[in-house]
């Protein structure tokens, strides 16, 4: 066996493709498992659009709480005694509203808790507070 060695110092001209062949042997694994993840059909109930009316939905209570303890009911002043009265009144809706509580900034702790308390206490379910714009 005889090895013969170049003896020209002229450049290699052809393109050295093993490179190539590992990248795309790469891709093709990647593919080949990803693939069935992509086509997997995900089944999704989506709501239908009803043909019936909306009824009308109950409007909100705004309950406003200023700095010196003062009780608004819908922009009506009341007192603890009729606080009381009133969140009865609205847990025993068949469609319960929901309570926003509007208190200032200037306003105790205690009282937003005891207003707290109280409508959770007489079954209000949606209490939600709001500040002012």
């Not at 052809?14 to 590992?22: A, E, F, Q, R, S």
């Not at 891709?27 to 009824?55: E, G, N, R, Y």
């Not at 379910?125 to 002012?132: E, N």
């Amino acid at each position: 066996m005889a090895f013969s060695a170049r003896v020209d110092n002229a450049p290699i001209s052809g393109i050295n493709v093993t490179p190539l062949v590992d990248v795309l042997l790469v891709l093709l694994i990647i593919f080949m498992i990803s693939a069935p993840v992509i086509a997997h059909k995900a089944t999704v109930d989506l709501p239908q659009a009803s043909q019936q009316a909306k009824l009308p939905t109950v409007e909100p209570i705004h309950l406003a709480i200023e700095g010196d303890g003062v009780l608004y009911w819908n922009d009506t002043p009341i007192s603890e005694a009729q606080l009381d009265t009133q969140l009865t009144i609205a847990a025993a809706q068949a469609e319960q509203p929901a309570l926003q509580i509007d208190a200032t900034d200037s306003v105790a702790y205690e009282t937003v808790a005891r207003v707290l308390t109280d409508a959770k206490a007489h079954g209000m379910g949606k209490i939600d507070f709001i500040g002012r714009d």
